[in-house]
């Protein structure tokens, strides 16, 4: 009875004893329930930190780069703090969605932004076997985390508050949405965030054309972006496993095949590196005058509540005149020719004991380089550092390591910050344009043959003397004013304009560089041969000024141009796109259209902002401009520009070494090409200027500084130096069948009364070709 008793009191005791720990565990419970609750909901109402707003999850915070599209739709490069070009779910290729879901977030479509599943299995097994972080707690932790903390207790904080806007987002979007949101936000290196500058940088392609085990390889990357890098030569390995466990997630959630996997998996691991940094691309001192012209429209159009734009963060799309292959064509041009050129340029100065500059003193030299150094960004550095003249002087000598351009590569190297400003002097530079007459749109721009080294913009930037180019505005004065013909003829011999006549102050008497004063030469003749006596015969019959109004209507800017006779030589420093820009005139029928570089801009909905109005004005006559035009065809028909009809001088074994892709061989019969070579004193710049019946390409080929030239003519003349360029690139437009760049005859006026064809006009002169008339009275 007494052992019956005992035995209940115990078999009491633990029932009371297994109650009190059950409702321990459940009052545990319960307040741990209670305190997550709690903890969520004082992370809701922002005692942790603020929460974002129902606005902001309507329209999260973004920092979107600006494209600029060129004319064939291909993009030129962009503005950008974040380098982020959103795509539309729809331009994702599929494989690319399921080899982000196979692997980072197999129930994506099932859960509400949390996977109840994957944390619980995160918990018990440590994260052993997978995080519990679903793709909208990434996207979250992207859009609203700025800084991971590294303390265990605000990271758990900043963990429940990511929780949180997960199911917000999943509230407030659809998954496909979240999908697109998440890889439109990730960072993935190389100045790539998002998928679409990923792919463009590392595959150069659109996401559109990713294929499976390209895809595969963006995705390994959300892992680690360093860590998993296909473009870190130290994690190239590491990027190929994990692109072989993305495509085997891939075959577990039937996304693949095995045989697909196994296929895909024997694939090495390639891209094709295309970076988009703001130094690197094509057209990249377009992209840097573009940058002027888009601060100047964003301070005249502000947004419709007052703000400014940010070409940097607000995603506009500038949509530009440039065309995409003419402009690589234009760069390949310049890199081709200017690479060949510097050859010949340094076998020369080999035995040039003030290289890289000529015929000016020791004394000239050392103000260049002072001017230089002071001109330099060290300079300025160490100015805003405090320190004295002499001692940002004294730096320059000390020998520094640095990286230095030149044709086979950039090279690494020591030198003295003096030895390297003195050794990029030597480098020959290039400005080129091209631009449609009839529509004002500027197809190519190329400021110089390396953005990274040298900045400088030669086509809009720079001004340089335009030597003989400058002859046809005469020439065009003339005709407009005088109804001269080009079959008109006037002696070669000397011509003096005296003091006190057109504003000389003394007797002006221009000589010919061949030297040849005797006999008679047509207006044709004498414009293709460059002679100097028949120009200021004609700008003494028509005064300079009447040349100022021409070049001033015709886009140039005049303020600079002294009002006399010299001008007719060529003594005004012009840029190349003044020159594009009024030479294109005589091709459109004495029209001028303002250049255009903009064409549209859009907002990152696509509002249209900005639509380019067209700005016109009549400048010569139709007669006069087709006049000019064949003026300038004689050019290259029997003048400085004929070697383009691959008929002259083929043997010239010096030609061959200085200029890249000679011969040419334009069919005179086949394309009209009206132009002028110009050369400055002592060859400090070449110029040529070529037109086709739609399109004007301007060329200039120098140094930095007018001492660094060659030592004759013989290469240091714009038939040399800068003709090759245009040579080559029109090569290669005319190769481009879609380009659709004319051939035919420049288009003639319904009425001529200027005769051109010289063969039914006057009696027979000097010019086997010509018949020509007695000579001008003037």
């Given at each position: ?41 004082l ?28 004319s ?10 974040e ?18 879901i ?59 508050k ?36 990923a ?7 659109e ?9 595969a ?40 095949t ?10 090495p ?41 940010n ?39 080999k ?44 730096s320059?000598d ?30 020959f ?225 010096h ?7 000679y ?96 063969s ?19």
């Amino acid at each position: 009875m007494a052992k019956t008793s005992g035995k209940a009191n115990k078999e009491a005791a633990k029932r009371k004893q297994y109650s009190r720990y059950k409702s321990w565990f459940w009052t545990v419970f319960a307040l741990g329930i209670s305190a997550i609750v709690l903890l969520f909901l004082l992370a809701s109402w922002g005692v942790f930190g603020t929460m974002p707003t129902f606005e902001e999850l309507e329209n999260p915070e973004t920092n979107l780069a600006t494209e600029i599209f060129s004319s064939d739709g291909e993009t030129l490069g962009k503005y950008y703090n974040e380098n982020r070009t959103p795509v539309k779910y729809e331009d994702l290729p599929q494989h690319l969605i399921e080899a982000l879901i196979a692997t980072e977030d197999e129930r994506f479509y099932d859960h509400s932004g949390i996977d109840a599943k994957g944390t619980l299995r995160a918990a018990v097994f440590l994260g052993k076997r997978g995080g519990a972080s679903t793709i909208t707690q990434q996207l979250a932790k992207l859009l609203f985390t700025d800084n991971v903390s590294r303390n265990p207790l605000s990271r758990g904080i900043q963990k429940v508050k990511e929780w949180i806007i997960a199911t917000r987002l999943e509230r407030q979007y659809t998954k496909e949405e979240i999908i697109t949101m998440y890889l439109n936000k990730y960072d993935f290196l190389y100045q790539a965030v998002g998928v679409r500058s990923a792919a463009k940088i590392y595959f150069d392609k659109e996401p559109k054309d990713l294929n499976v085990e390209e895809a595969a390889v963006l995705v390994a990357m959300l892992k680690n972006p360093i860590l998993y890098n296909p473009q870190k030569e130290q994690f190239k390995d590491n990027a190929l496993q994990r692109r072989n466990v993305v495509l085997s997630q891939m075959e577990v959630n039937d996304y693949i095949t095995e045989e697909e996997k196994d296929s895909l998996q024997q694939l090495p691991l390639q891209t094709e590196f295309s970076p988009q940094g703001h130094d690197e691309g094509v057209a990249t001192y377009f992209r840097v005058y573009l940058q002027g012209f888009m601060k100047d429209w964003i301070e005249k159009n502000p947004k419709p509540d007052g703000s400014k734009y940010n070409i940097y963060r607000d995603g506009l799309k500038i949509y530009t005149s440039i065309d995409s292959r003419m402009q690589e064509y234009a760069e390949e041009a310049v890199q081709m020719h200017i690479a060949n050129l510097q050859k010949e340029f340094d076998r020369q100065n080999k035995s040039n004991k003030t290289a890289p500059f000529r015929d000016i003193t020791q004394q000239e030299i050392d103000k260049l380089m002072t001017d230089a150094m002071r001109r330099s960004e060290r300079w300025r550095i160490l100015k805003e550092k405090g320190l004295s003249n002499e001692e940002i002087l004294k730096s320059f000598d000390t020998p520094t390591r640095m990286e230095v351009f030149s044709w086979k590569g950039n090279i690494d190297t020591t030198m003295t910050p003096r030895d390297s400003i003195r050794y990029y002097k030597s480098f020959f530079q290039a400005g080129m344009m091209s631009m449609t007459p009839q529509t004002g749109e500027v197809k190519a721009w190329v400021g110089g043959t390396n953005f990274k080294h040298f900045k400088y913009d030669h086509v809009k930037q720079g001004k340089r003397q335009v030597g003989s180019t400058f002859k046809p505005f005469v020439y065009a004065t003339a005709i407009d004013q005088l109804h001269l013909s080009p079959c008109d003829t006037l002696p070669r011999s000397l011509h003096t304009i005296e003091a006190g006549k057109h504003g000389n102050q003394n007797d002006w008497t221009p000589k010919n560089s061949d030297g040849e004063y005797a006999g008679m030469i047509s207006l044709k003749r004498g414009l293709a041969e460059s002679v100097n006596t028949v120009t200021a015969r004609l700008i003494d019959r028509t005064g300079p000024k009447p040349v100022i109004d021409l070049i001033e209507k015709l886009g140039i800017d005049t303020e600079n141009i002294p009002e006399v006779p010299s001008i007719a030589l060529g003594t005004a420093d012009l840029s190349v796109f003044e020159m594009v820009s009024a030479y294109s005139t005589f091709v459109n029928e004495g029209v001028y259209v303002k250049p255009v570089i903009v064409t549209r801009i859009e907002d990152k909905n696509g509002t249209i902002l900005y639509q380019h109005v067209p700005e016109t004005r009549d400048v010569l006559s139709k007669e006069a401009a087709y006049v000019t035009l064949n003026l300038m065809e004689g050019v290259t028909q029997y003048g400085s520009g004929q070697r383009l009809r691959g008929d002259w001088a083929t043997g010239a074994e010096h030609y061959k070494r200085a200029v890249t892709g000679y011969p040419y061989n334009f069919d005179r019969n086949e394309i009209p090409i009206a132009g002028k070579t110009g050369t400055t004193q002592n060859q400090s710049d070449g110029w040529f200027m070529g037109m086709v019946p739609n399109l004007t390409t301007g060329v200039w080929v120098g140094a930095e500084d007018r001492a660094v030239h060659f030592p004759t003519i013989t290469y240091g003349q714009g038939a040399t130096m800068a003709l090759p360029i245009w040579g080559i690139y029109m090569k290669k437009v005319y190769a481009d069948k879609e380009l659709n760049v004319a051939k035919g005859p420049f288009p003639r006026p319904e009425v001529v009364t200027i005769q051109t064809d010289c063969s039914a006009y006057g009696r027979n002169g000097e010019d086997d070709e010509d018949s020509l008339p007695d000579e001008l009275d003037f």
